[in-house]
């Protein structure tokens, strides 16, 4: 089934170990994001690629570092891990559409990774 | 940046009835707003999305509502079904940028 796939789908880490989230799309997606979800703060970008082999820093990324070898994957990692990074993260791809109107983007999501740093 | 705020953050409706949600934004360069539906363990789903040049788009029992000039934008939903219960997010992005800001969430529950 085409979409995005996120691995794991949960993990618990001790405070300073590290992990990777891995997130593949089949959809030839040009751009892929990555979002944590926290209670009452909705969805905010940690980090994104507009193509392989470029990233770029979102609203929070201290802590994550982000890697686009291939189009089709994009990983997150956590080299240090803290209790403040407990969260649900959500990869997401997306193309664009231009009309004359304006440009719109079609986002998907992956079902995300339940992340708790104990 | 662009700020989306977001209300009411939960919000309980008989079976049957309409469910508002409403949204603000800060840019007013931004002219795409989608809306997200959420079910629980899974990821946000686009339901429906609206361009700045149009100020109400429907798709059977949700629509959108765009005020550029007051810079919010709303989601109906009529006749309410036990289905619709989920979280639903609000965001908006700047011409040709694609990266979406966020509101922070709206839980809405049907009751039957």
């Known amino acids: 089934n085409a979409g995005v796939t996120q691995t794991p789908k949960f993990r618990v880490l001790k405070t300073g170990q590290s992990m990777t989230l891995l997130c593949a799309q089949d959809?030839?997606?040009?751009?892929m994001y990555w979002y944590r979800q926290d209670p009452g703060m909705g969805l905010r970008l940690i980090h994104y690629?507009?193509?392989?082999?470029?990233?770029a820093k979102g609203e929070v990324p201290d802590g994550y570092n982000v890697s686009r070898l291939k189009k089709q994957n994009f990983l997150l990692g956590l080299e240090s891990a803290a209790p403040s990074q407990t969260s649900v993260y959500f990869c997401?791809?997306?193309?664009?559409?231009?009309?004359?109107?304006?440009?719109?983007?079609?986002?998907?999501f992956g079902s995300g990774t339940r992340l708790t740093v104990v | 940046g662009e700020n989306v705020e977001q209300h009411p953050s939960t919000l309980s409706v008989q079976e049957g009835d309409s469910a508002v949600i409403k949204c603000t934004y800060s840019?007013?360069?931004?002219?795409?707003f989608p809306w997200y539906k959420q079910e629980l363990g899974k990821g946000p789903q686009l339901i429906i999305d609206?361009?700045?040049?149009?100020g109400e788009k429907k798709d059977q029992r949700i629509a959108v509502t765009l005020n550029k000039t007051a810079k919010h934008f709303s989601l109906h939903i009529t006749e309410t079904q036990p289905e619709d219960s989920a979280v639903y997010f609000c965001a908006a992005s700047e011409s040709n940028d694609y990266k979406l800001s966020f509101g922070a969430g709206t839980t809405v529950t049907v009751r039957a």
């Open positions: 609206i361009r700045s040049n149009v």
């Open positions: 997401a791809s997306s193309y664009s559409v231009i009309a004359g109107t304006g440009t719109s983007y079609g986002y998907t």
């Open positions: 959809m030839n997606h040009e751009y």
């Open positions: 840019d007013s360069a931004s002219n795409y």
């Open positions: 690629s507009v193509g392989e082999g470029t990233t």
